[in-house]
């Protein structure tokens, strides 16, 4: 299965900012839809077939900015090295010409699930796997990522770029697909935009029900999560299916489903193996 670079564009584009207004104390970066043309999107855009979903994201993003009329990308994915050890990258340096400000923008798309057993509120928000965590990430973006711009040797890199601005903004454009408990529907959830919850997780047990039967299936390669399943043109039933859930729970891994009823509505639904 291949889904057009349109369709992964619009997706990314769609996705809600994980908060409104700032992330814990960090400025985010909004970025509306209706500025972007993507005339230039296929000849611009070359995703190698195996390229993972966070290198494609970035390749998304940077074609926003370089569309955007007020924006003027000067630097990416810059390497910040000290006595030939990399300490850490900086996503994105780029221009407002409304202002003539630089920005320094980190980059995130997340997919958490809620675990209701989990700490507190901003705890509950993992990773399909409980490898990750909401809170880890942004502890990481305040203590390290954003901080980084300001260490000597980062200031030493960029003047080799001739980046050498008076003002600095740091800004960060955090992207999530959250997905809750079946039973939390219609829960509104502090802190977090409730926008960005697009879908439901549950056991593999509660999966072999009879309701879920009637569905039909697709497990999306990881690279294409962030893509709204109506895009999708390949389906399969219950029993075509099964084995493979089987076999990813088996190695302790949760599979993200697309289905689709007979009304051709669509839904996301994670499998979890825990």
Known sequence: MKISKYHQFVSFLKTPLLCQDNLNSIEQLHIPIQEIDTDEL???????????????????????LQQHPNYDVLAKNIQIIDDKITIGELDFIFLDRNNDNSIHLELVFKFYLYDPTAGKELERWIGPNRKDRLVD???????????????????????????????WTQKVCFKANLFIPVSYKNKPFPIINNTCICGYWIPVKEFQQKEYQNY???????KYWMVDPKYNEEWDNFENI??????????????????????????RLFIVWW
Do not use: M
């Open 242 to 267: 099964y084995p493979e859930i089987d076999r990813l729970i088996r190695i302790k891994r949760s599979p993200l489903l697309w289905l689709k009823n007979k009304e051709d509505q669509y839904f």
């Open 216 to 222: 039909l299936f697709h497990i999306p390669e990881k």
């Open 42 to 64: 296929e000849d611009y855009i070359n995703f190698p077939d195996k390229e993972v979903l966070g290198k494609r994201i970035e390749r998304l993003f940077e074609y926003y």
């Open 137 to 167: 990430k942004l502890s990481k973006l305040k203590e390290k990522q954003l901080p980084l711009l300001f260490k000597e040797e980062t200031q030493s890199a960029l003047k080799k770029l001739y980046i050498t601005p008076k003002k």
